[in-house]
């Protein structure tokens, strides 16, 4: 079982240069989270939030959590004279030592580290009651920050008529008609026919098919027969399923698979009704966290969202706001994982 580590710095940039450090020495053996919000940090750890090993900012000093819920804490301090602690499970830390430094007593509370187990493949659905309203944008960033966590991510989008490619720099798309595998439905294997097909920007992504899947006659059981041999492989530490509304029983196959669902939406009428009808069947889910974006600016290319995290057991819930985006349609997933507006999205890749 993968030990957790928790970095909490407001500072996305300065979290990510030490989880980079962390991935390269403990890739198989620990499951690195960053938390870049003051006040989510303060809600994971009211409610059963843990963690074996929390390295944490100052700036995050007023937010009060229970010893026995972490293993060893490390306070990062701009200050070079702190006080030496008396408690052994807490240790203060400069935060601005030579990156050298900071490792070799960060590294400390790793040693006794197990192995992971061959196969923790997660599977994080993004879905929507309606269309139009930014699902693909979220999934596709939501997939590259996966990436930028050092976790071995695959997207791919679940719907009969795929318009994603402009969200990558290779907008070139997979001939269906081209390769009789794909068509041969008597003997091929989903995940091992498109596995040779699948390319890399900003993260591992298949890219989307030429034609629907109904102009081929391909059932749209083809999905979850591809999410379940790439679960099943081990290859990916994180898949992220981009799954279309226009199929609710596909929908609903989805999310009986999924670890953490994301559900887009926006406050027209017509998305509020829709998302009444798709609510009741996720919390028939149970122990599936579920996150909700509200994209308040749907229209002219940028985007104006809300964030809500919802841990399904407790109800409890966590909001962040994404600034303006202007221009985004101009944007890679990869640009748009960078940009600072979209930082605290990474608070959904947990």
């Given at each position: 079982?993968?030990?957790?580590?928790?970095?909490?710095?407001?500072?996305?940039?300065?979290?990510?240069?030490?989880?980079?450090?962390?991935?390269?020495?403990?890739?198989?053996?620990?499951?690195?989270?960053?938390?870049?919000?003051?006040?989510?940090?303060?809600?994971?750890?009211?409610?059963?939030?843990?963690?074996?090993?929390?390295?944490?900012?100052?700036?995050?000093?007023?937010?009060?959590?229970?010893?026995?819920?972490?293993?060893?804490?490390?306070?990062?301090?701009?200050?070079?004279?702190?006080?030496?602690?008396?408690?052994?499970?807490?240790e203060y830390l400069y935060k601005y030592s030579t990156l050298?430094?900071?490792?070799?007593?960060?590294?400390?509370?790793?040693?006794?580290?197990?192995?992971?187990?061959?196969?923790?493949?997660?599977?994080?659905?993004?879905?929507?009651?309606?269309?139009?309203?930014?699902?693909?944008?979220?999934?596709?960033?939501?997939?590259?920050?996966?990436?930028?966590?050092?976790?071995?991510?695959?997207?791919?989008?679940?719907?009969?008529?795929?318009?994603?490619?402009?969200?990558?720099?290779?907008?070139?798309?997979?001939?269906?008609?081209?390769?009789?595998?794909?068509?041969?439905?008597?003997?091929?294997?989903?995940?091992?026919?498109?596995?040779?097909?699948?390319?890399?920007?900003?993260?591992?992504?298949?890219?989307?098919?030429?034609?629907?899947?109904?102009?081929?006659?391909?059932?749209?059981?083809?999905?979850?027969?591809?999410?379940?041999?790439?679960?099943?492989?081990?290859?990916?530490?994180?898949?992220?399923?981009?799954?279309?509304?226009?199929?609710?029983?596909?929908?609903?196959?989805?999310?009986?698979?999924?670890?953490?669902?994301?559900?887009?939406?926006?406050?027209?009428?017509?998305?509020?009704?829709?998302?009444?009808?798709?609510?009741?069947?996720?919390?028939?889910?149970?122990?599936?966290?579920?996150?909700?974006?509200?994209?308040?600016?749907?229209?002219?290319?940028?985007?104006?969202?809300?964030?809500?995290?919802?841990?399904?057991?407790?109800?409890?819930?966590?909001?962040?706001?994404?600034?303006?985006?202007?221009?985004?349609?101009?944007?890679?997933?990869?640009?748009?994982?960078?940009?600072?507006?979209?930082?605290?999205?990474?608070?959904?890749?947990?």
């Amino acid at each position: 079982m993968k030990r957790k580590l928790i970095i909490a710095d407001p500072d996305i940039d300065y979290a990510i240069k030490l989880l980079e450090q962390f991935a390269l020495r403990y890739r198989d053996t620990i499951d690195i989270h960053i938390i870049t919000d003051l006040d989510y940090f303060y809600e994971y750890f009211s409610r059963d939030g843990s963690a074996d090993i929390l390295i944490v900012s100052e700036d995050f000093r007023s937010a009060n959590f229970d010893p026995d819920q972490v293993g060893q804490v490390f306070w990062m301090s701009e200050n070079q004279n702190v006080d030496i602690p008396t408690d052994p499970s807490v240790e203060y830390l400069y935060k601005y030592s030579t990156l050298s430094t900071l490792m070799s007593r960060l590294c400390s509370g790793l040693h006794n580290s197990q192995s992971s187990e061959n196969n923790n493949s997660r599977l994080l659905v993004v879905t929507s009651a309606n269309g139009g309203i930014g699902k693909t944008t979220i999934a596709t960033v939501l997939a590259s920050m996966q990436k930028m966590l050092k976790r071995r991510v695959l997207y791919f989008n679940a719907a009969n008529i795929q318009n994603f490619s402009h969200r990558f720099r290779d907008q070139s798309e997979i001939g269906l008609s081209d390769d009789p595998h794909l068509t041969d439905q008597a003997s091929y294997s989903p995940y091992g026919t498109l596995s040779r097909y699948i390319r890399t920007d900003g993260c591992d992504y298949l890219p989307a098919f030429d034609c629907s899947l109904s102009a081929q006659e391909i059932p749209m059981s083809f999905f979850t027969d591809f999410v379940d041999k790439a679960l099943e492989s081990g290859d990916y530490d994180v898949i992220v399923a981009d799954v279309s509304c226009g199929d609710p029983e596909l929908q609903t196959e989805f999310l009986k698979r999924a670890d953490h669902a994301v559900v887009i939406t926006d406050p027209s009428p017509a998305s509020e009704c829709a998302l009444r009808k798709l609510l009741p069947s996720l919390e028939d889910l149970k122990g599936l966290e579920v996150s909700t974006v509200l994209n308040k600016a749907v229209q002219g290319g940028y985007f104006d969202c809300t964030l809500t995290l919802t841990q399904a057991r407790n109800e409890q819930k966590y909001t962040f706001t994404i600034n303006q985006v202007e221009n985004i349609d101009s944007m890679t997933s990869s640009d748009l994982a960078r940009h600072p507006a979209f930082s605290k999205v990474i608070n959904l890749c947990y």
